[in-house]
């Protein structure tokens, strides 16, 4: 009777599964809208699916529905208080809803704290969090418990776990705190460590913060060597433009981004004849600047920046 039993609810089981599965496709190729139509569907006759519970949650957070996102992750921190990534994930949500309501957000910074404090009591080895303790110490006022010592030490946790993701907190702790040599110390460590994009962006960004162009430059320069990424010649190009240096470097590699683009470069081509617009400017030649921007206005009619740069030419 029992292996009946079983073998009639194993089609069940692997049904079930098996639409979790597809509507978890969908999260992933952003149909988010239909992924919350299905689970809510799905949680009318599952409704203790924890699984299911998790990924309405998912999905409302992809929309930016903040507070039906801290309804769904509420419900799995209550049911499954041990899982650390239930209160990571809650404690994410309210942290969005904060940054959107400032009134609110004073009575949700207690919540937020214990929500990711509890999440890396459970899991030493949870990384997310510990970036998320980092950042929330960080950027919270002395008068509500901001602390840099607390977000070293979580920094310091994290180097423990991952040498690379250490540096890089400690970067955006000594950043933040407006102490760049140090900043720009640990970023350097991080590329000597691990050498992504990442670690490479973190120090370039830096550097034009600090507005050090020619740095920044040499430091893109550098990552692209290593990851071969036609979307660093669109940054070459950007930082050429703003700082109105290496422009024949940076107007060649603006060139070569746009014969190579792909959507998966990120900045839309349009941007990239803006910069040329720019660096045309720089270089005094009104023509070819003014053909550029309206290419650029021409893919992105809409966009201020174009059209103040579109002025900017027709009044030199």
């Known amino acids: 009777m029992r292996k009946l039993l079983f073998l009639l609810v194993l089609p069940m089981v692997c049904f079930s599964q098996g639409k979790l599965e597809e509507i978890s496709n969908f999260i992933k190729e952003k149909q988010f809208e239909k992924a919350e139509y299905q689970l809510k569907e799905y949680l009318k006759s599952h409704p203790d699916n924890l699984n299911a519970t998790e990924l309405l949650g998912d999905a409302y957070g992809h929309q930016k529905k903040w507070d039906q996102a801290i309804v769904e992750y509420k419900k799995l921190v209550e049911l499954e208080p041990k ?3 239930y209160h990571y994930k809650y ?24 929500a990711f404090t509890t999440a890396a009591e459970l899991d030493k080895n949870h990384i997310e969090t510990r970036w998320a303790l980092v950042e929330l110490y960080m950027q919270l006022p002395g008068i509500f418990g901001g602390s840099k010592s607390k977000s070293l030490h979580y920094a310091q946790e994290l180097e423990d776990l991952s040498k690379v993701d250490g540096y890089l907190a400690k970067g955006y702790v000594y950043e933040y705190d407006n102490e760049p040599d140090l900043a720009e110390k640990y970023y350097k460590m991080a590329i000597q460590t691990g050498g992504s994009l990442t670690c490479f962006n973190k120090l370039s960004t830096l550097y034009e913060k600090e507005k050090q162009p020619e740095k920044a430059i040499k430091t893109i320069e550098e990552a692209q060597q290593k990851h071969q990424r036609n979307a660093l010649h669109y940054q070459i190009g950007k930082v050429a433009a703003e ?18 683009y792909s959507e998966s470069d990120g900045v839309p081509k349009a941007w990239a004849h803006y910069r040329l617009a720019q660096i045309n400017v720089h270089k005094n030649n009104k023509e070819t600047a003014l053909k550029q921007i309206d290419m650029a206005l021409a893919q992105l009619p809409k966009s201020k920046p174009f059209k103040d740069e579109k002025q900017k030419i027709l009044n030199l």
């Open 243 to 260: 700082y109105n240096i290496e422009l024949q470097k940076g107007e060649q590699c603006l060139q070569t981004y746009i014969k190579n």
């Open 83 to 85: 899982t650390a990534n």
């Open 91 to 114: 404690g994410g949500v309210l942290g969005m809803k904060a940054l959107q309501n400032k009134l609110k957000a004073i009575g949700l910074i207690g919540d937020i704290k214990t």
